[in-house]
């Protein structure tokens, strides 16, 4: 009797599993946990649609894969180096793993191109909050707060400075 219980538990696990494998879409999961579309190999691509790998670079970026999003985002800039929104991605997610070296070109790049953006002055701002430097960052949040006093995110990174000048420096 125990047996056959144990054998109909199975079956109706295996059942479960089958059903749940019908209902969800096989496509969307990775062995690296990140969704299917986040490491699609883009190695072999040699033209590239307008907005392709700005795309993925944002997809890497919005799901924490900063060393993926920095390598779509570079190879963005070396394709499309006009393009703000490549040079911004790049910037973000050169902050993000520390390489701020790269971040600060960028961010001297993007300072000809679009230098009263909200959008390049939170990033900045963001950048030094990043480093410690919490007076260039409310610098940057304060400028962007006077072109968009509405601006959600510049909101957020004052509020974000704000709990962090209350907390103690640790060495």
């Not at 219980?5 to 969307?28: F, K, P, T």
């Not at 180096?81 to 701020?100: C, H, K, N, T, V």
């Not at 707060?145 to 400075?161: H, V």
Request: overall charge neutral.
């Amino acid at each position: 009797m125990a047996f056959q219980l144990r054998q109909v538990s199975g079956l109706v696990l295996a059942s479960l599993l089958v059903a749940g494998c019908q209902s969800a879409n096989i496509e969307d999961f990775s062995s690296f946990g990140d969704s299917a579309a986040s490491v699609k190999d883009l190695s072999e691509v040699a033209y590239y649609p307008t907005d392709e790998l700005i795309t993925r670079g944002v997809v890497q970026f919005k799901e924490g894969n900063f060393g993926k999003s920095y390598a779509l985002f570079k190879r963005a800039v070396e394709v499309f180096p006009e393009d703000p929104m490549a040079w911004l991605g790049y910037a973000a997610s050169a902050d993000q793993i520390g390489r701020f070296d790269n971040a600060d070109r960028a961010y001297r790049l993007l300072a000809t191109m679009i230098p009263d953006s909200p959008v390049y002055l939170n990033n900045v701002g963001y950048s030094h909050l990043l480093r410690g430097n919490l007076q260039q960052a409310r610098r940057y949040f304060l400028k962007a707060y006077e072109k968009e006093p509405g601006n959600e995110t510049t909101a957020n990174n004052i509020e974000l400075l704000r709990n962090s000048a209350s907390f103690a420096k640790r060495g």
